[in-house]
């Protein structure tokens, strides 16, 4: 059963850093696109970032493009996003997910982010 | 980047009745592959989000049967033939054209 589990979300505050982790399992991770996307409280899916399969290229939605950054390690199943100064409307719940045929359609629990002062 | 608008944003619905959800897109999600990048999300309480169809009427392992996809270009429906109560949750249309992905603002499916 393929599984993702997120994990490093918490209370942070404004201007200071958070990274958090995705680890997957049962299927082949080298083999997959992986999306972070977060949903902040009471709004809607909002994409984040995604990786390639070979960790070679990243892309970002521009409200977190040169703050954020997405990483994977095949080797240990796990993707990252190392978020750094967070704002107020960073605060969201981040779900990782595995790509196939144009979006995630595996994805975690989700992790929380906070970011308050 | 296409944006995506759904209708309606709450849809009540009766057990056992029908229920459509449309998408619209801004722009074709034709790829130039030829395939079109339309994939719906579902999202119930307490659970992890889940696709339920891709590339527009494809569906994801283990969907039940009573939900499918249809449309082209710019204009794609979600059917529920005979809603369940485990149905109740949040509908998401989703771009995959091209990256950002986008969604559009979600139908509230309640009983």
């Known amino acids: 059963q393929v599984q993702l589990v997120e994990s490093g979300g918490g209370v942070v505050q404004p201007g200071k850093s958070l990274r958090l982790s995705c680890e997957a399992s049962?299927?082949?991770?080298?083999?997959?696109?992986m999306h972070w996307v977060r949903q902040a409280p009471g709004k809607g899916l909002e994409w984040v970032a995604l990786?390639?399969?070979?960790?070679?290229?990243?892309y970002y939605a521009d409200s977190v493009k040169g703050r954020f950054t997405i990483s994977r390690d095949n080797s240990k199943n796990m993707v990252y996003l190392q978020m750094n100064s967070l704002r107020a409307e960073d605060t969201a719940l981040y779900y990782c997910?595995?790509?196939?045929?144009?979006?995630?359609?595996?994805w975690g629990r989700g992790t929380l982010v906070t970011v308050s002062s | 980047d296409p944006v995506m608008t759904q209708s309606p944003p709450s849809l009540p619905v009766t057990l056992g009745q029908p229920a459509s959800i449309s998408c619209r897109s801004s722009q074709s999600l034709v790829h130039a592959d030829g395939n079109t990048y339309l994939g719906w999300v579902q999202l119930r309480p307490g659970q992890s989000p889940r696709r339920l169809i891709y590339q527009v009427s494809i569906r994801d392992s283990g969907v039940p049967d009573r939900f499918s996809g249809s449309g082209s270009g710019t204009d794609f429906t979600l059917e529920i033939s005979g809603v369940e109560a485990e149905d109740v949750g949040v509908y998401y249309c989703m771009q995959g054209v091209q990256w950002p992905l986008t969604f559009g603002g979600g139908t509230r499916v309640e009983i």
């Open positions: 997910g595995r790509d196939f045929w144009g979006g995630p359609d595996y």
């Open positions: 049962a299927f082949s991770l080298s083999s997959h696109n």
């Open positions: 990786t390639t399969y070979d960790g070679s290229n990243q």
